[in-house]
């Protein structure tokens, strides 16, 4: 795939005289289509196809981009890379370099069990419209006031090749749906979800993920807290986090604060930083049960690669391990500055997004409890389910999660439903309190933010439900 | 060398021979070049060149989009002649309007601004000027970006309208760090002026000075000052809810409101202000080739308009108020109308309250009740008795939206022209004083 294409830039490169470059091919064809209860509001084709070239220049680093790929257009984009660096290097206090790395030379494919094109696109469209009637119909007394939804398919090519002799071919078909609704009562207001399903495959993943079931099931539990959800019990309780929760806490307290580059302030400004320091692995975050793991080679993930894009080979990491703070995630520039090997984070959104580091699937690894195991020795608490409403600091220390879908425990046993619990801690506090974890391990999707220009990659979170002791939940204002 | 207007016009007319009965093409042409700043260095230089392509197609009633950064325009062809062959197998949209007749678009007065194109060239003398007067100012380190960008933009339609501009922005944020503290200042223009980028970070230092040594306060009920940084955000998100569709899809506080409601404080109004030409991201005719309009969202606190593109018009009984965006309309510049108030009246008329001078991570429980919260980021000062009394350690804004607007109580004379991360739409804004916000803070 365009291997010509990338083979140039990095020939110009070379005669440029640059330290280091690297060129990726990358490319995106997709098809999305977007419902309002029930009726197709149109549909998308999206495509988005170029090259990203990235040079190291007197310890200054330049990234161009550019789609139109005849040679005149690639050497232009190399050399203003070339020549933007160079005029910048002067401005270093301390100079990039990246460090040794095993590189591939590989190529990998993504094969679906169901291509995209197998259902007719008025297949499609009448699943979407399935969905807004079962969720119209899974309410007792309330009103849906509307559903939308979106099914988005894509395909996703890159060629990467450096001029250290790293070549990757990939190519991998990722399926993603999301559906929200709102209903309400005239009494009571109004309760609103959005959810996305999302992963690595075909149109297999609709048999398993079965989202309009899933969401009319939803729908009903949470008229349910709509019609009957009170105010959490004040004090100190014990709290039972379901594994959606659970994903999203990994993810934000623990996978982006491993983030290297955000250590060393490269996204200061930006994403922010981090309460992880230099020097700080081994030191203790949480309970001996804390352990997380972030493995882009989990198959059929949201955020599958076997090779970065510097061409490392991806492996799992364990960030946080037994509650210690264990391993950061790297690409070549962090390596060398903490003295250690890439392993394998750097990731772009699309031709035109340098390279930065990303999670890909991060994960609590899971315990030995069954779910009425971590509920049985609860004498007051509150299962909180999914959410809504989340934020933490830059420093990814203080995080709020207001739940979605909870319930009262009551002497170990499920009881009424509560609205809008605010479950809100530092991440020390979070960790520290874990006493137990399930033994059923999901996944959830998303798309995770980071870079200027600001980048969007698909990423899978996750867990199992857990259960902290001794947390004085909020309640929304 | 592609010529957009050609091009786009190429596309409506290749769209048209495929049997689609409409069409209307964007094709942007668009370069730009970026520093990153971190650690008081350039962590890198990103330069862009490329052409970005969208089509609205439509026959008998069905809808379709491309959106598009192919290599050839060739590639766009066959992506239309693909869509053609999807038109049997989808069901008329029920936003379905026909595209509008062109009417006359009188181009905006703003011209490119030489010294953005020059900057373009060679950037390291801004961000030499960025990190040396942030250091001067006492800054121990900062990070930030500078960006310089210079876009073409050509929109077609199959009802004849034909439509050229181009135009030239900067956008320079810089956060500094002394102690434990921390200050950001953010600007978007349509000019290149060092001493408004150098304002940039000496306000960012200052900030950061004022918050070194910060304390924590309790969560509770303060009266809040906004920063034109925190309206700028917030007001991004009023706006977004103020898409007709999103409106209509639940993700509005206003799905539940009419225009012509209260909605916010009567000293408080908001417009998209898209004609205004000194305000990045003012253009003179929307997707859809109709002109655009400075108009109120909010005016003296009344809900005067949800932004439309025909399509959306057409289904809420309306006119289309030049927001399109093919399926979602979109604000393209935002401002809120200044009031009389200087920053340190505003600080005067405050007994317990804080200054939030930055915030981001902005999200909804419920978006049409508007339940969120926010965190608050770099300097946050408390105020008592009408005086800033030191700095506070982060805090949440927790509240609902709808209470955020009702409870303007204070505008501020000077205006600030932001764009940054978490203000994707520039936004020129002023100080706010809001009473009896709730805020919310975590357990250790």
Redesign the interface.
């Known amino acids: 795939m365009y291997e010509d294409e990338v083979s140039y830039a990095l020939k110009v490169a070379e005669e440029l005289g640059v330290t280091y470059a690297e060129a990726r091919y990358h490319g995106r064809r997709g098809l999305t289509l977007t419902t309002r209860n029930g009726e197709l509001l149109g549909v998308g084709r999206d495509l988005s196809v170029g090259i990203g070239i990235r040079v190291l220049v007197e310890g200054a680093l330049g990234f161009s981009s550019t789609n139109r790929l005849d040679r005149a257009s690639i050497r232009e984009a190399v050399e203003d890379a070339y020549r933007l660096a160079k005029v910048h290097a002067k401005l270093m206090r301390e100079k990039i370099e990246f460090g040794e790395a095993k590189l591939g030379r590989a190529s990998y494919r993504v094969l679906e069990r169901r291509a995209f094109d197998s259902m007719d696109l008025s297949d499609k469209v009448l699943l979407l419209r399935e969905l807004w009637k079962r969720v119209q119909d899974s309410v007792r007394e309330s009103r849906v006031v509307v559903v939308t939804s979106t099914l988005t398919e894509y395909v996703e090519e890159k060629t990467v090749a450096s001029t250290d002799g790293a070549l990757v071919a990939s190519r991998v078909p990722r399926l993603s749906f999301n559906y929200s609704f709102v209903i309400a009562t005239p009494e009571k207001g109004t309760i609103q979800r959005r959810f996305l399903y999302g992963a690595s495959g075909g149109l297999e993943l609709l048999d398993e993920w079965r989202p309009i079931e899933a969401a009319a099931e939803e729908a009903a539990r949470l008229e349910g807290v709509l019609l009957e959800g009170r105010s959490p019990p004040s004090g100190e309780i014990d709290v039972v986090i379901g594994s959606e929760i659970v994903g999203l806490v990994v993810h934000e307290s623990c996978g982006h604060p491993s983030e290297a580059d955000r250590i060393l302030g490269r996204e200061a400004a930006q994403a922010g930083m981090s309460f992880i320091k230099p020097g700080m692995l081994g030191q203790r975050i949480g309970t001996e049960l804390v352990t997380v793991i972030d493995d882009p080679t989990i198959p059929g993930s949201n955020g599958f690669y076997l090779y970065d894009d510097e061409g490392v080979p991806a492996r799992p990491r364990y960030l946080y391990r037994e509650g210690l703070i264990n391993e950061h995630l790297h690409n070549r520039w962090t390596a060398r500055v903490f003295g250690v090997e890439s392993n394998g984070a750097a990731r772009s959104m699309n031709y035109r997004s340098e390279p930065i580091i990303r999670m890909a699937n991060t994960y609590f690894k899971p315990g030995d409890y069954g779910f009425e195991e971590l509920l049985e020795d609860v004498k007051l608490g509150v299962y909180l389910k999914s959410y809504m409403e989340w934020n933490i600091d830059d420093e990814r220390w203080s995080q709020r999660y207001v739940g979605l879908e909870a319930y009262t425990i009551v002497r170990g046993e499920l009881g009424e439903p509560v609205r809008n619990p605010v479950l809100e801690l530092t991440t020390k506090g979070f960790y520290g309190r874990v006493d137990a974890v399930g033994k059923d391990l999901h996944f959830y999707a998303g798309t995770c933010g980071k870079g200027e220009p600001g980048q969007g990659v698909p990423v899978w979170f996750g867990g199992a439900d857990l259960r902290l002791r001794r947390v004085k939940l909020g309640v929304v204002a | 060398m592609i010529r957009v207007r050609e091009a786009a016009e190429r596309i409506v007319s290749k769209a048209l021979e495929k049997g689609f009965e409409e069409a209307a093409s964007r094709v942007v042409r668009y370069r730009s ?19 970005i392509v969208g089509a609205y197609l439509a026959k008998e009633r069905r ?10 325009l060739e ?2 062809d066959r ?1 239309v002649e ?2 053609a062959g ?1 038109v049997s ?3 008329e ?3 379905y309007a026909p595209l509008p007749e062109p009417v006359e678009v009188k181009p905006l007065s703003t011209t490119c601004d030489d010294r953005i194109l020059e900057a373009m060239k ?3 003398e801004l ?2 000027l960025v ?1 040396n007067a942030a250091h001067e100012e006492g800054a121990e ?5 500078i960006s310089l960008k210079y876009w073409e933009r050509a929109v077609a339609t199959s009802t004849g309208a034909s439509l050229y501009e181009d135009q030239a922005m900067m956008e320079t ?3 500094a ?1 002394i102690d434990e503290g921390s200050g ?1 200042w953010a600007l978007g223009s349509r000019t290149l002026d060092k001493d408004s980028i150098e304002d940039v970070a000496r306000s960012a230092a200052r900030y950061a000075r004022e918050a070194r040594k910060p304390k924590p306060v309790e969560a509770g009920v303060y009266d809040l000052i906004l920063s034109p940084m925190v309206v700028g955000n917030l007001m991004n998100l009023v706006a977004f809810m103020s898409s007709a ?1 999103r409106v ?4 509005s506080i206003f ?1 539940q409101r009419a225009v012509g409601e209260n909605v916010a404080s009567s000293i408080f109004t908001l417009l998209d202000d898209a004609r205004n030409p000194q305000l990045p991201g003012s253009t003179a005719f929307d997707d859809e080739g109709m002109p655009t309009s400075s108009k109120p969202i909010i005016e003296e606190g009344v809900l005067r308009n949800l932004l439309h593109n025909s399509k959306t018009a057409h289904k809420m009984k309306a006119r289309t108020t030049g927001n399109a965006g ?2 979602m309309p979109h604000s393209w510049t935002l401002r809120v109308e200044a009031g009389d108030c200087s920053l340190d009246e505003m600080i005067s008329e405050v007994k317990r309250g804080l200054l939030v001078t930055n915030n ?10 508007g ?5 608050t ?1 770099d300097a946050l000062l408390v105020i008592e008795d009408g005086e800033v009394k030191g700095a506070a350690t ?1 805090l ?1 804004i ?3 939206l709808p209470s955020l607007l009702a409870s303007v109580d204070v505008v501020g004379k000077e205006l600030y022209d932001i764009k940054w ?1 978490e203000v994707r739409v520039p936004t020129r804004a002023p100080y706010l004083l809001i009473r009896g916000v ?1 805020t ?5």
Do not use: C
Not at chain 2, 141 to 145: E, F, K, L, P, S
Not at chain 2, 360 to 369: A, F, G, I, K, S
Not at chain 2, 440 to 444: A, N, P, V
């Open positions: 070049v970026m520093v990153k700043l971190a650690n008081s260095e350039p962590s890198v230089i990103q330069r862009w060149d490329e052409v809808a379709l989009v491309v959106e598009a950064r192919p290599s050839r590639e766009v992506v693909e869509l999807f197998s989808v069901k949209s029920p936003l060679d950037p390291s961000a030499q990190v380190r900062i990070a930030g970006m944020y810089v956060r760090f950001q569709l209509m899809m639940g993700f799905s093919w399926i981001w991570y902005t999200r909804l429980q419920n978006y049409v009740e339940i969120f919260s926010t965190i980021r982060r949440r927790a509240d609902k991360w709730h919310s803070k975590h357990l250790d």
